[in-house]
T-cell receptor
Framework: LAKTTQPISMDSYEGQEVNITCSHN???????ITWYQQFPSQGPRFIIQ???TKVTNEVASLFIPADRKSSTLSLPRVSLSDTAVYYC???????FGAGTRLTVKP | EAQVTQNPRYLITVTGKKLTVTCSQN?????MSWYRQDPGLGLRQIYY???????DKGDVPEGYKVSRKEKRNFPLILESPSPNQTSLYFC???????????????????FGPGTRLTVL
């Protein structure tokens, strides 16, 4: 199972773009990269998933370099409501760890 | 609407009084699991179930029981709750036990809204 490493916390301001990078050096060939978002006192929810290059949806973009040893979740123009914990998971490993606590300030 | 529901959402009880937290999903998922979340410890898996009548221990199973008599339901049972089981509990479901891997590469987990349990 691929272990992931991501920053414990990040601060940003409203309107800025936020990039959260996750390292997963031991990613396997068949592994997808999945990001979840968790608001306080709510369950995590899926936000984006990808295998390589770039994936974009209405919430975020996910950038994955060719070697796939890392991935970057990009949140465009964050608002206060994006304050949450963001988890990077790889393949079938459901160990959520501590995630990255993003705080968006006014 | 596809969802995972849990009941109750909040519960305060006393040591030793048996309780059950229900979990139900309407997506015909094979795989269901229970997590607890404590400050600084992230989400830890308690039990999981691959299918009806198939359950197995996760990382922190002590003090908990589960059952999977129907595909949609996966109750969590605390036979004799203790204060160290005070926590926020989440039920989750997915088609595969390994969403994001192999044939289940594009599968993801769906989480319930959580149950905040306090054991006095």
């Amino acid at each position: 199972l691929a272990k992931t490493t991501q920053p414990i916390s990040m601060d940003s301001y409203e309107g800025q773009e936020v990039n959260i990078t996750c390292s997963h050096n031991n990613i396997a060939t068949n592994d997808y990269i999945t990001w979840y978002q968790q608001f306080p006192s709510q369950g995590p929810r899926f936000i984006i998933q990808g295998y390589k290059t770039k994936v974009t949806n209405e919430v975020a973009s996910l950038f994955i370099p060719a070697d796939r040893k890392s991935s970057t979740l990009s949140l465009p123009r964050v608002s206060l409501s994006d304050t949450a914990v963001y988890y990077c998971l790889v393949g079938g490993d459901m160990r959520f760890g501590a995630g990255t606590r993003l705080t968006v300030k006014p | 609407e596809a969802q995972v529901t849990q009941n109750p959402r909040y519960l305060i009880t006393v040591t030793g009084k048996k309780l059950t937290v229900t979990c139900s999903q309407n997506m015909n998922h094979e795989y269901m699991s229970w997590y607890r979340q404590d400050p600084g410890l992230g989400l830890r898996q308690i039990y999981y179930s691959m299918n009806v009548e198939v359950t197995d221990k996760g990382d922190v199973p002590e003090g908990y029981k589960v059952s999977r008599k129907e595909k949609r339901n996966f109750p969590l049972i605390l036979e004799s709750p203790s204060p160290n089981q005070t926590s926020l509990y989440f039920c989750a479901s997915s088609f595969s036990p390994f969403p994001g891997f192999g044939l289940a590469a594009t599968d993801t987990q769906y989480f319930g809204p959580g149950t905040r349990l306090t054991v006095l």
